[in-house]
């Protein structure tokens, strides 16, 4: 008989379905006109009905199959029960049969810390700009991001009223990842992804000094590692404390997956044990290619700014 499968592969599987059953939530939100905004730090730090139903559907789903794993969500939250409509159970048969990598066969749930953005683009989503929106579920172990799942609940929202709303990537260190079209952007273009919302004078100095061909501004780290993935641009470069470990681990993970590369602007490498603190205060410099010719651009006036 076959082995049962590895734990990664168990986890990764839930994650994909848990991440399917939250796109659901977010366009019933939304579809309910009513968001039930309400305001975290200020105008630019939302939270919406969708993020905190969102958030209690991923960690209670995953917590009830996985009760030992550490799962780390963006929202406070009241620890209430959750109502039984918010759990998803179910799994992604086509993950499961996919054999686990050699290093990872003998994970125990202890070992695991998840990080959980339950909607990466909250601004964006309450603007209505849909396709920046994700939901992230980021799986480390060793303090390393080493599976993610993005799903994309407005993925095609635009390409008419028959068309399937949604789609969900994924991908596992050592195995790469699935469920999108790798693609490198242009050869000898230099096109910068960066933030929408949270500009600063800093951001703009450090754009500027890799002098690129084309500037795109959207919402959300898990929006802009697709678009790295997808060849819409070579550089995703945010040089501010704003982004937190939720953003990147499952963006990172589907990065590395496909052979990018992701740090912060000083070059470090991001860890995700669980006592490691959220922000990730010296920013974010991600390409899928050509990592070192962006790295070697950035000014030592903007690393000294930004302390990790």
């Not at 179910?90 to 339950?118: N, R, S």
């Not at 690129?212 to 819409?232: T, Y």
């Amino acid at each position: 008989s076959m082995a049962s499968p590895a734990l990664l592969m168990r986890v990764v599987a839930s994650a994909y379905s848990v991440a399917e059953k939250a796109a659901t939530i977010v366009r019933n939100v939304m579809s309910t006109g009513d968001l039930g905004i309400v305001e975290k730090a200020g105008p630019n730090d939302l939270q919406t009905k969708a993020d905190r139903l969102v958030q209690m559907s991923i960690c209670a789903s995953l917590a009830r199959k996985f009760p030992k794993v550490t799962i780390i969500g963006e929202e406070e939250l009241p620890a209430n029960d959750v109502t039984e409509d918010l759990i998803e159970d179910g799994h992604c048969e086509e993950i499961l049969k996919k054999p686990c990598p050699a290093q990872y066969t003998g994970i125990k749930e202890e070992e695991l810390v998840i990080w959980v953005d339950p909607l990466d683009g909250t601004k964006e989503y309450t603007e209505g700009l849909l396709d920046h929106v994700t939901v992230l579920i980021g799986i480390a172990y060793g303090g390393k991001a080493i599976a993610g799942v993005i799903n994309q609940p407005y993925y095609n929202y635009e390409a008419g009223a028959n068309a399937v709303l949604g789609r969900t990537i994924w991908g596992v260190l050592g195995m790469g990842a699935f469920g999108f079209q790798l693609t490198e952007a242009p050869a000898g273009k230099h096109i910068v992804i960066t933030t929408r919302s949270h500009s600063s004078a800093l951001v703009n100095e450090c754009i500027t000094a890799l002098n690129p061909d084309h500037v795109i501004r959207v919402g959300g780290a898990g929006n802009k590692i697709i678009q790295l993935i997808e060849g819409k641009a070579s550089a995703y470069v945010f040089a501010s404390p704003g982004c937190k470990k939720w953003d990147t681990c499952a963006p990172e993970a589907i990065l590395h997956a496909v052979g990018g590369k992701i740090t912060d602007i000083r070059g470090n490498s991001f860890q995700y044990n669980k006592e490691v603190k959220h922000m990730n205060s010296a920013g974010v410099l991600a390409t899928l290619r050509n990592y070192d010719y962006y790295a070697s651009r950035i000014p030592n006036t903007v690393k000294e700014s930004l302390v990790p």
